[in-house]
C-alpha cells in the first residue's frame, strides 16, 4: 500500500470536517475584500494580489481563509498567531510550533470551477479535489478524451463512454478525474504519478445532489485497495467533490469495517463569509490599493463563461 503523510496538525477535536465556499458567487463589496486581505499574512496577501483574474484571487482567498479558520476553531489557535507555510510542492502546512502527544489532524483543500473545498480528519490520512463539468476549451469532446486517453485505464473508459449521450459522458470524466486526484493528494505524490496504476469502479452511477455516498471501490495495480474509502458527493448539478481516505491510525480493521457517512445526511457544510469573519483576527493594516487592484481585473476568461453549461 502506498503511504506518504498529508500536512497534520494536532487534533483538539475528535470530528471530520468538511465545508465548502462557493467562491463563484460571492460578490464582495470594498469593506468585505479589503478585510479577507487583512485577515490572510502578508506573502499570501501579495500572491493573491498578483492573479490576472478576479475569480482566481477569490478562490486563493477562499482557500486560505478555510484553512486559518479550521486550526483557530480546532485547535484552539488565535487567529492572528497562525502561521502557515508551504513545502516545496506548495502544500500548506501549520507552521506553529505545538508540543502534544495527540494524534495528528489532517487537513486537505481543493478549489476549481465555483466552489473551495476543505476535508480534515483525525488520525486519518486524507485528500480533497472538486471538479466542474464545463465543455473542453477547443475541439470537440471526443478529441479532449483523445488527448486525455492515458490518465484512465480501459475499464474507466469504458465506463466513461457508456454514458448516453456526450454530456453525461463528460460529467463522468470529471467524477474520475476527481477521485483520482483525492488519492494522488492524499498519499501526496504530487506530478509524475502513473494514473493508469489506479482504477475506480463507480457507484452508483448515479449522485443525488447534497448526498455523500461511499461506494466506489478503488484498485491499486489490479489489486483492491481496502484500506482506502473514498466519499463523493455532487454540491450541484455540475461539480463533483471527492474525499479520499486512509486507515484509522493503529487500525487494522478491514475497508467495509471503516465506519462510513450516512448517505442520507448532507457532506458538506455551505460556509459564507460572515462566517470566516465570526473568528478572524486582522493581521496587517488596511491597505486601500487592493481593492483598487481587485476591481481592475476581468472576473474570468471570456471563454470560461461560455463553456459553462
Not at 34 to 45: D, F, N
Not at 80 to 85: A, K, P, Q, T
Not at 152 to 168: A, C, D, G, Q, V
Request: charged share 25%.
Amino acid at each position: 500500500m502506498l503511504w506518504r503523510p498529508v500536512a497534520s496538525l494536532e487534533r483538539l477535536a475528535m470530528e471530520s470536517v468538511r465545508w465548502a465556499f462557493s467562491y463563484a458567487s460571492w460578490v464582495p463589496c470594498r469593506e468585505d475584500w479589503l478585510l479577507a486581505m487583512r485577515l490572510v499574512q502578508p506573502e499570501e496577501k501579495e500572491r493573491i494580489g498578483q492573479f490576472v483574474f478576479a475569480r482566481d484571487a477569490k478562490a486563493a482567498m477562499a482557500g486560505r481563509l478555510l484553512i486559518r479558520k479550521l486550526i483557530a476553531e480546532k485547535l484552539n489557535i488565535p487567529w492572528n498567531e497562525i502561521r502557515l507555510e508551504r513545502t516545496s510542492k506548495g502544500k500548506p502546512v501549520l507552521a506553529n510550533d505545538i508540543s502534544s502527544n495527540r494524534s495528528p489532524f489532517n487537513f486537505n483543500v481543493s478549489h476549481q470551477g465555483s466552489y473551495a473545498v476543505l476535508a480534515a480528519e483525525p488520525d486519518r490520512q486524507v485528500g480533497i479535489d472538486v471538479m466542474k463539468t464545463s465543455l473542453p476549451g477547443s475541439g470537440s469532446i471526443p478529441e479532449f478524451f483523445r488527448i486525455m486517453n492515458r490518465q484512465f485505464t480501459e475499464e474507466e473508459w469504458r465506463t466513461i463512454t457508456s454514458m448516453p449521450n456526450e454530456w453525461l459522458q463528460l460529467d463522468m470524466f470529471h467524477r474520475h478525474w476527481a477521485l483520482k486526484e483525492s488519492f494522488i493528494k492524499a498519499i501526496g505524490v504530487g506530478i509524475g504519478f502513473d494514473l493508469q496504476r489506479i482504477e475506480f469502479n463507480v457507484s452508483p452511477a448515479q449522485l443525488e445532489v447534497g448526498k455523500t455516498y461511499n461506494e466506489t471501490i478503488m484498485l491499486l495495480d489490479g489489486e483492491e485497495e481496502k484500506d482506502w474509502t473514498f466519499e463523493e458527493t455532487r454540491l450541484d448539478n455540475c461539480h463533483h467533490v471527492a474525499v479520499a481516505l486512509g486507515q484509522p491510525e493503529g487500525s487494522k480493521e478491514k475497508h467495509s469495517e471503516v465506519p462510513c457517512r450516512d448517505v442520507t445526511q448532507t457532506a458538506f457544510t455551505t460556509l459564507a463569509f460572515d462566517d470566516f469573519v465570526a473568528s478572524a483576527v486582522p493581521l496587517t493594516p488596511e491597505d486601500p490599493a487592493c481593492w483598487d487592484n481587485f476591481c481592475s481585473r476581468q472576473d474570468s476568461p471570456a471563454r470560461q463563461s461560455s463553456n459553462s453549461r
